[in-house]
Structure formats: structure tokens, C-alpha cells
């Protein structure tokens, strides 16, 4: 059981808009690192499996965009060798982890939202600001499948009635494009015909009620103060400066301050906050399970 997605989806969302829109705006490595930290062990601890794939993938990305900078950017007063001419600096190389760091920790973030923010959370969520454009989301959700198994069914009839070609490339695309012509004009036509059949039974005359089975309980109301609190301290830390660090032209020595390290605690905090609340349920499912 993951103990996360029992949260009410406006405090989960909450969660992640903080954690990783921190992590977007943070240039202090030490910020990164522990987003970076967090991302991935909340991703482990869901998944409860290798996923050697997404790691090998990550790290590849990881590896791929440290080394971008450095090759393209020639900033920085500390030289570590020269090539075709262009020196490569440590300060750019240095930039380049903290960019990387960033988008593969944000990467990790969102890869954790998806999961536990659901279709049916998701409309939740739109709901809550408009219900027409919950009915809006909720239309666009549906009709990606559908396109998709259209798409496959025209695709299959124009086969079947011998009008591609395998030797003729110019052909296949045409067809391609006819077929994605006609999933246009059908994509059009249910719109046309969903519209009709809302209209028909009196959606937008009155005002509607919805029923919605997440409820705002206490330890919604508690995960989503530690949310703010934490995250309201490092935003303002970082507003007065004592988070700025800077690579160019001479990398910034990283100095432990008390703002700091005021700052690293409270995002630590925010960054572990579903790791420790899925390891403290699996712990007690574990002691509860010794004594049956």
C-alpha cells in the first residue's frame, strides 16, 4: 500500500509544487542535491522495484547535460584543458552538474506526481477552481485513448483495402496524412455530437452539484502546513539572498551560515516528508502483521 496517495490530492499537489518549484528556481548545490535526494528515494520507495531502465535513462541524462555546458560555454577563470581551441572551465562544468542536478531531480518529482495524481484526482483538483473546466480536462483525458484506437482502426481499414505501399515512401506519408485528416474531421465530430448531448440534458442551465470521495481530514490539514512552513522559509531565505550562489566567473565558496543551514533543514524536511510517511507506514503494517 502506498501511504502517500491517501492524501487529499490538494495537499499532494500542494507537496509537489513546492518541492519542485524550489528545485526550479535554486541555483545552491546543496539545495539540489538534496531535491535530487529526495526525488529519487520517494521514486524507490514507490516503485519497490529496480527500474533499471528510468535510472539508466536518468543517469545517462544526468552524465549527457554535465557535459553540455562545458562544451558550449567557455565562461570561468579555472581552466582544466583546452579543446579545438576552446578552453573547458571548471566553473561551466561545475554549472552544468547544478543544471542537470535540477532537471533530473525535477524529472524524478513529476515522475512521482503522475503516479499518485490520478485522472480522478486530477479533475478533483480543476474542479475545485471550475467545474466547466474539470468538464473540459476530463473531455481532453478521454478522447487521447480514443483517438489513439481510432487512429488504429482507420489505420488497419486502409491496409486492408491495399492502399499503402512498402516500396514507395512518398505514398506512405500521403496516407498517413489521409488518415490523419479523417481523425480531424471524426475528433470534430464527436466534439460536435458530445456538446449536443450535454445541451440536451441541461448542463449550464442551473447550478450542479458533484460528488467527490476525498475528504480534507487532519493529517491532510497537518502535511499540508509542514508543506507551507518549510517551504515558505527556504522562498524567503532565498528572497533576502542567503541562498544565491554563483558559478561565474569564480565558483562561490559554499559557506555555512545559519540561514543556511536553517534553509537546508527545512527543505531536507520538506524533500523526506513522503519518504518518511510511506517508511513509517510500511513500518507499522509490519508490526501489526507480528502480532496476528
Known sequence: MNAFDEFNPLSVFVYFLAAAGIAMFASDPVLLSLSMLGSVLLYCIRTRSSQRGTHLFSLMLFIGLSLINPLFQHNGVTVLFVLNDNPVTLEALLYGISAAAMIVSVLYWFRSFSAIITSDK???????????????????????????????????????????????????????????????????????????????????????????????????????????????????????????????????????????????????????????????????????????
Open 122 to 292: 486530477l479533475l478533483y483538483l480543476f474542479g475545485l477552481v471550475s467545474s466547466k473546466l474539470a468538464l473540459l480536462v476530463s473531455m481532453a483525458l478521454r478522447y487521447v485513448p480514443l483517438f489513439k484506437a481510432q487512429a488504429k482502426n482507420v489505420d488497419a481499414a486502409q491496409r486492408a483495402m491495399g492502399q499503402y505501399r512498402e516500396d514507395n515512401v512518398i505514398d506512405a506519408i500521403r496516407l498517413k496524412l489521409s488518415v490523419f485528416s479523417i481523425m480531424v474531421s471524426w475528433a470534430l465530430e464527436n466534439g460536435i455530437v458530445t456538446a449536443d448531448s450535454m445541451a440536451a440534458r441541461g448542463y449550464g442551465i442551473g447550478k450542479r452539484t458533484c460528488f467527490s470521495p476525498y475528504r480534507f481530514r487532519g493529517k491532510d490539514a497537518l502535511l499540508t502546513i509542514l508543506t507551507l512552513l518549510s517551504g515558505a522559509a527556504v522562498c524567503i531565505l532565498m528572497g533576502l539572498g542567503h541562498l544565491d550562489f554563483n558559478y561565474y566567473p569564480a565558483t562561490d565558496p559554499l559557506l555555512f551560515t545559519p540561514a543556511r543551514a536553517a534553509a537546508y533543514g527545512a527543505y531536507l524536511l520538506l524533500c523526506l516528508l513522503p519518504s518518511l510517511i510511506e517508511i513509517g507506514d510500511a513500518l507499522k503494517w509490519q508490526y501489526l502483521r507480528s502480532k496476528m
